[in-house]
């Protein structure tokens, strides 16, 4: 009866951690902070590099730095095969702050391919423009919206474009696409990629972020004291904003959310060892 009794107790742990990561794929991507290294980013053909840096950053205290570019196009590029597999059909969305030590513009662009052997190429159909000047919000419309990466049709306007992705991914990659005259460095912070059912990261941006001179060293703009938590009218300032689709309401990165997990898992797992020791007991009585 022992024997059986630790086996049930075993079961109902292994469910319970079941249920905590279950619970935990549910969150958006977090890790487009670059504060602890550059995670899954990596130079998409070799002729530049992306590095983590410290000298020019949105959020916190580092971003992510594309240098020494062989070509005016060269693009950094994410790998999110794992999140869209684990999200499935739906709309997905990606935002982020760019500077440069240039002027030039940049679009995330998403590729996919899948079971169904489609091959595509979805975004927002916008290069946005950015200089050395100002941290600029990316993947977003006039107000700050958020807008959902759509499939490119030329022939039709964006709004008609098919925005709905569908659910038998087999590989996804964001590359970060570069326009412009020139060779130079160009730094993003903050990147945002999520499926429509949850929430983006709600980083924090720093009271004093850093932007890159012409040729490139970082130089401090302290931020005027600003608590709205909602995205500027104009996305090219660096006022502390969040980014978010027009209706969703993001949850602080590494937040509430976490800790409400942990309870519920803790909860339903001490529920399940009472359920399994009442029962040991009735079968003894």
Known sequence: MKKTILVLLAL???AGMTLCVSAETSSAIEDGDFEASIGAVYANDGTFE???????YYGGNASLLTTRRANKWGAAAWNVTDYMQAKGEGKYYCTLYVTGNFSGSIRATLHTNHASGADVYRNIAVMT???????????????????PMGAENWNI???EWDKVIAGDVTNAV??????????GDVYIDNINFWHESDTPVAYTASESPKLPAAGGAGESVTLEEDTDDTAPANPTTTEKNTQKPADTTPAEKGSSNTGLIIVICAAVIVVLAVV????????KT
């Open 50 to 56: 992306v590095v983590r840096t410290e000298d020019v």
């Open 12 to 14: 109902i742990i292994c």
């Open 157 to 159: 306007d964006y709004s």
């Open 174 to 183: 964001l590359y970060f696409w570069i326009e412009g005259d020139d060779f």
């Open 129 to 147: 423009p950015f200089t050395n000047e100002a941290w600029t919000y990316v993947g977003a419309d006039a107000e700050g919206n958020a807008l």
């Open 276 to 283: 399994a020791i009442l029962v040991s007991k009735k079968k």
